[in-house]
């Protein structure tokens, strides 16, 4: 509605055109509110993302880890049972000899090796087959059909070996094999055999590995939580605390310190830019009052003392004496507008700065000239080097900046027998141009906005009527010149500016 009705005032289109234009501005509108809600839709906490992905990287990491623990387990557990299935053969071999020399043939194997397995905690006892010296099966603890026949002849391969591997039922075993001595003569052999599989079987250490990746992830997942937490905390605080600021309030204190250096810069940061925010919003209320102020003024005089002009209501010399003051305070209006004409201008990169080569020390004695010819006080003394400094500047705009200071340091100046020097000296590539003043000094906690734009100190802007763009103008000229204008120091003694300018070539 507010839309139409300034278009409808306006005088311009018709009502075709009006809805047309409110029809489109809504669509668009509609598309944006749409937009906005599925990109906040999207949006995940960091606590849920990070965390999340946290959570991800552990339990790839813990499935890594329990892949390479599980064959190294089974490794190691196949490599040990093989070491005490040959001890138990040697054993065995060892006590079914008699002391005759025989082999006995009865269940004293059996027995051990049924003991040994129960000991040793092997799932499943091994097959057990003696041999006599030429390879003959005397006796096993397998019953006859179960793939072992007594008197049956066994390959050399599998006896002769310590240890070998066949295939059984299409499954991997290994044979260990023992000799039977009897007085450092072979009388025979013991074979073990067993599957790969049951071997490498061990239920009891997959289930405390288990147990120990359980923990270790329900610890690290807990740990990344409360860690990711503890991280978010500022930052949250951080957005409440912009939010608060968006709205127009700039009283916003942090109590989250984070140790974090990022993160404590970041808070940081935020309070100092809401503390100059609020500076910045003070300074807008005081501008607004004191451009209308010093605008107001001097348009009601004008308007007064020609009202008084009009109305013959003074004398002829007095008429006079109130069309002068008409002049001065129309001057007066000039130069606040064309400071606002020159900083806009400035602003927008349309303000002409032509620099050429010139000697700095002939700059300044005219500067001298000029100030003690219009102001009689303060003195400006001049220190100066001997040999001439080469610049490279705007001749015009290195006045207007260096003229803006020397007014500025003759309105702080507290005492009428003080002055103002002027000190010339260079550094490196820079000529460096020292204004100091013997006045009262800037306040401490005026210092850090003085080349902000509309900016007037506590101790001005009650005195001194102007729109606080001087130093902002004079700042900027010094930048499009290549370069920089410093507050060096400030204190009950009188305060000093620097202007940086590049040397000549």
Do not use: C
């Not at 499954?171 to 067993?194: C, M, R």
């Not at 129309?330 to 900083?343: E, H, P, S, W, Y």
């Amino acid at each position: 509605m507010i839309v139409l009705s300034i278009y409808q005032s306006s005088g311009f289109g018709r009502r075709s055109e009006q809805t047309a234009l409110l029809t489109g501005l809504s669509r668009r509108s509609e598309d944006w509110g749409i937009n906005s809600v599925l990109n906040k839709k999207k949006r995940k906490s960091i606590l849920r993302y990070w965390s999340l992905r946290y959570l991800f990287t552990l339990i790839v990491g813990l499935v890594i880890i329990g892949a390479i623990s599980t064959l190294w387990i089974r490794h190691t557990t196949m490599e040990n049972r093989l070491n005490v299935t040959h001890l138990v053969a040697q054993e065995i071999a060892d006590r079914i000899v008699s002391s005759n020399g025989r082999i006995l043939e009865g269940p004293l194997f059996e027995n051990i090796l049924k003991d040994r397995s129960q000991v040793l905690n092997f799932p499943e006892a091994p097959t057990a087959v003696v041999l006599d010296g030429d390879g003959r099966v005397l006796t096993s603890n397998r019953r006859p059909g179960k793939g072992v026949r007594l008197g049956e002849q066994v390959p050399s391969s599998l006896y002769e070996e310590r240890e070998s591997t066949i295939k059984l039922d299409q499954k991997t075993a290994y044979i260990i094999s023992e000799p039977i001595q009897n007085n450092e003569e072979t009388i025979g052999y013991v074979l073990l055999a067993q599957y790969k599989s049951i071997l490498a079987k061990s239920n009891q250490e997959y289930g405390l590995l288990f147990i120990l990746l359980f923990t270790l992830g329900l610890l690290g997942w807990l740990v990344i939580y409360y860690l990711t937490k503890q991280l978010t905390k500022p930052i949250q605080e951080t957005i409440d605390a912009a939010k608060v600021v968006s709205e127009g309030n700039y009283e916003v204190t942090i109590t989250q310190q984070p140790k974090e250096k990022e993160l404590a810069e970041l808070t940081e940061t935020f309070q100092d830019m809401a503390g100059k925010l609020q500076k910045l919003e003070l300074v807008r209320s005081e501008l607004l009052a004191g451009v209308t102020h010093d605008l107001k003024t001097p348009v009601t005089s004008i308007s007064g003392l020609l009202q008084a002009i009009r109305d013959e209501v003074v004398s002829e010399e007095e008429a006079r004496e109130f069309l002068d003051l008409s002049l001065k305070e129309t001057d007066r209006l000039k130069v606040m507008i064309q400071d606002l004409l020159t900083f806009n201008t400035f602003v927008a990169g349309s303000l002409p700065v032509y620099p050429k080569r010139q000697s700095m020390n002939d700059l300044l004695n005219e500067l001298k000239r000029q100030w003690q010819t219009t102001e009689e006080i303060p003195f400006l003394h001049l220190d100066l080097p001997e040999d001439p400094v080469m610049v490279f500047v705007d001749e015009n705009r290195v006045k207007q900046i260096l003229m803006n200071l020397l007014l500025n340091a003759k309105q702080a100046m507290t005492v009428s027998s003080g002055q103002i020097k002027i000190l010339l000296e260079t550094e490196a590539n820079t000529a460096l141009i020292h204004v100091q003043d013997e006045g009262g000094g800037i306040p401490e906690q005026d210092q850090p906005y003085i080349f902000e734009r509309f900016y007037r100190g506590s101790n001005k802007k009650l005195v001194v009527r102007g729109l606080g763009l001087g130093l902002s103008i004079s700042s900027l000229l010094a930048k499009a010149q290549n370069g920089e204008l410093h507050l060096m120091e400030s204190s009950i003694n009188g305060t000093t500016f620097t202007l940086r300018l590049p040397l000549a070539e």
